[in-house]
C-alpha cells in the first residue's frame, strides 16, 4: 500500500512539474493531425476557383497560418497557467539582445552543420542533395506569399517552444544530460519534418539550437537562430534565378577581364 501511495505520490509530482511541456507537446501534435481535415475543406474551395497548382498551395498555406494562430493562442495561454515554466536551468538567462547575437552565432554553426550533413550525405550515403520540403514550400511562398509568415515567423517560434523548451528542456530538468535532450529533440525535430533521407540535414541545425538554448539559458537565443535560418533559406529560394543570373554574369566578366 505505501509503495503504491509512493508511486501515486511520484506520477502526480511528475505531472504537475511537467504537465505544461506535455500540453504543449499534445497542442503541436493534434493541431497537425487537424490540419488534415481543413486541407480537405480548404482544398474544395481553392479548387474550385484556381488551377490545380495554386489550389494546393493556397490550401498548404492558408492551412498552415490557420493552424499556427491557433496553437500559438493555446501553447501561450498554456504558459501563462504554468509559473516559472522557462525555468529551466539553474543559471540566469542571458539578456535578451544578447540572446540574439547568440542566436545569429547559432545560425552559422546550424549551417556549417547542414553543409558538412550534406557532404556526408552524398558522399558516404549516396544521397541526392537538396530538400523536396524545402523546394515545396518554396514553391508555395511564390504563389502565396502568406505562407512566408509561418515558415519565417511561426515555425521558429512554436517549433523552439515545443523542441527545445517542452522536449529538450523537460528531458534536461530530469536527467541534467545535455546530449540525451538534445538527441531525443533533434531526432523528433527531423522526423516531424518529414525527409527522414535527409535525418542528418535536420539533426545538425537541432543540435545548432539546442547548444544556444544551454549556453543562453533563453529559448530566445535558438527562435533568433531557427528565425535567421529559416529567413536566410527563404530569401534564397526566392531569388534563386536572379542570384543564378548575377553569379553567371560575373563568371562572365572575370572571365572577360582574363
Known amino acids: 500500500m505505501n509503495r503504491q501511495s509512493f508511486s501515486l505520490r511520484s506520477i502526480g509530482s511528475f505531472f504537475k512539474e511537467h504537465w505544461a511541456g506535455l500540453a504543449i507537446i499534445a497542442t503541436f501534435v493534434i493541431s497537425h493531425l487537424l490540419s488534415i481535415p481543413l486541407q480537405l ?31 500559438a493562442v493555446i501553447i501561450a495561454i498554456i504558459i501563462s497557467r ?9 543559471e540566469p538567462r542571458m539578456h535578451p539582445i544578447a540572446s540574439i547575437g547568440l542566436g545569429f552565432v547559432g545560425f552559422i554553426l546550424a549551417m556549417i552543420g547542414q553543409a558538412v550533413a550534406a557532404v556526408i550525405e552524398t558522399k558516404l550515403f549516396g544521397i541526392e542533395p537538396g530538400s523536396a520540403n524545402t523546394e515545396t ?26 523542441f527545445r523548451r517542452a522536449i529538450f528542456g523537460g528531458l534536461y ?4 544530460n545535455f546530449w540525451l535532450g538534445a538527441v531525443v529533440s533533434g531526432l523528433l525535430f527531423a522526423v516531424v519534418h518529414w525527409e527522414l533521407e535527409h535525418l542528418l540535414m ?32 527563404t530569401i534564397i529560394q526566392l531569388n534563386y534565378d536572379k542570384l543564378e543570373k548575377y553569379v553567371e554574369q560575373t563568371q562572365n566578366f572575370i572571365h572577360w577581364l582574363q
Do not use: C, G
Open 41 to 71: 475543406m480548404m482544398f474544395k474551395y481553392f479548387i474550385a476557383r484556381y488551377e490545380q497548382l495554386d489550389a494546393f498551395a493556397y490550401t498548404i498555406s492558408y492551412t498552415m497560418i490557420t493552424i499556427n494562430i491557433l496553437a
Open 82 to 90: 504554468k509559473q516559472n515554466f522557462w525555468q529551466v536551468f539553474q
Open 137 to 162: 514550400l518554396s514553391v508555395i511562398s511564390q504563389i502565396s506569399p502568406i505562407m512566408i509568415i509561418s515558415i519565417v515567423i511561426f515555425a521558429p517560434l512554436l517549433e523552439e517552444i515545443v
Open 173 to 176: 530538468k530530469m536527467t541534467h
Open 202 to 233: 535536420y539533426l545538425m541545425p537541432a543540435f545548432a539550437f539546442a547548444f544556444v538554448y544551454y549556453i543562453s539559458r533563453s529559448i530566445i537565443a535558438p527562435i533568433a537562430a531557427h528565425f535567421f535560418m529559416n529567413s536566410f533559406v
